[in-house]
């Protein structure tokens, strides 16, 4: 890869930090707080969250064999996306690449922060060649962009072309992982090491069930996550959602049942799609939703709709006419979904 000196904007590179009243003292053991212009009353809900997050990323690093200081926590996932168009990106000169179809804030945040996207379809089987990604390619160009298993298509993209693209791209690879917890293969978080242009992001919204506290993880090589942490708003991580997250991690087992349950309840709810009249094809996943090719999609969503279940339609995203993108629920939600599709006629 190129120095991450020239992969960073130079007001990046040379940019002072914003140092909060919670980032001045470190090592000690306060009980009296003075510095920060707080209300005194109204604990613990009147005091600024730690604005690194220490104790939550201890526990992440424990769970996730890294380091602390490779993880990074966002306000969601895009925050993060957000941050490295604006830590390594030049509005209006440098690019970024994407397969397609994939998830759409990639090139909402490429349009917010002026940056040409440039994006790949996948193959009918929606996998992606690491040559043609790489063939799009040119010298301003930052980001790849991979998201495994993919969104929408479900599945995961090869792990050898998502190699290749690491060792041969100068630039940053972003792998989004998402939806790891639910495929077979390893995550690429071992291998952080052995790749310094590597970003992967993963999320407290799926397997961990906690959509609702927009909590969102970045791990990278420690140089990467220091110039993140350089960028973001002070105290982006509030204390409610530092504090349910670590009541989360705490009973980790509980997140590995649902996990679990999750995928019987896939394997259940595809085979049960499947034999629908409706149901022309079902993809291959290795996510908690499906994508499945029906005979009219906006039909169908319109009349499931009306019967109170809501699907995506995803009929106008390439590659995906007349797809539907159904997310896996609990047996008495996905039981709802079926009989109300087998009387749709």
């Known amino acids: 890869m190129k120095a991450l000196k020239e992969l960073t904007r130079p007001n990046i590179w040379d940019l002072k930090p914003y140092s909060s009243a919670r980032d001045e003292y470190k090592g000690v053991e306060a009980s009296v707080f003075l510095d920060a212009n707080e209300n005194p009353y109204n604990g613990p809900h009147n005091r600024y969250p730690d604005p690194m ?86 010298e301003n160009t930052k980001l790849i962009f991979l998201c495994s298993p993919n969104n929408p298509t479900g599945n995961d993209l090869l ?32 291998e952080l090491d052995k790749y310094p242009n590597l970003i992967v992001f993963q999320t407290f919204s799926k397997a961990m069930g906690c959509a609702a506290i927009r909590l969102g993880m970045a791990f990278a090589s420690r140089q990467i996550i220091d110039i993140l942490s350089k960028i973001k708003y002070p105290y982006n991580v509030n204390l409610l959602t530092q504090q349910q997250a670590m009541n989360t991690l705490k009973n980790y087992s509980q997140v590995e049942a649902w996990v679990n349950m999750l995928l019987e309840e896939r394997a259940y709810l595809v085979k049960a799609f499947a034999a629908l009249p409706c149901t022309e094809k079902i993809y291959p996943t290795d996510a908690n939703f499906f994508l499945a090719k029906v005979t009219d999609a906006k039909a169908i969503y319109s009349y499931l709709v009306t019967k109170g279940i809501i699907v995506r339609n995803r009929t106008s995203i390439a590659l995906c006419k007349d797809c539907l993108r159904v997310t896996v629920g609990t047996r008495q939600e996905n039981d709802q979904l079926i009989e109300a599709l087998k009387q749709y006629k």
């Not at 104790?55 to 993880?71: C, F, G, H, Q, R």
């Not at 050898?160 to 978080?189: C, H, M, Q, T, W």
Request: aromatic content about 10%; proline content about 3%.
């Open 53 to 138: 997050q220490r104790d939550l990323k201890e526990m992440i690093a424990s769970i996730k064999k890294v380091k602390p200081e490779n993880i990074f926590l966002g306000n969601g996932s895009d925050e993060a996306i957000d941050l490295v168009y604006r830590a390594f990106c030049e509005p209006a000169i440098d690019n970024v690449v994407a397969i397609d179809p994939t998830y759409g804030m990639y090139k909402v945040c490429a349009d917010v922060n002026n940056v040409d996207y440039r994006n790949v379809l996948l193959d009918d089987d929606y996998q992606f060649s690491a040559d043609k990604l790489l063939a799009s390619t040119d």
């Open 159 to 190: 792990h050898s072309e998502i190699e290749k693209v690491i060792n041969d791209f100068e630039g940053l690879v972003i792998l989004d992982e998402a939806y790891n917890d639910f495929s077979d293969r390893p995550s690429f978080l071992s």
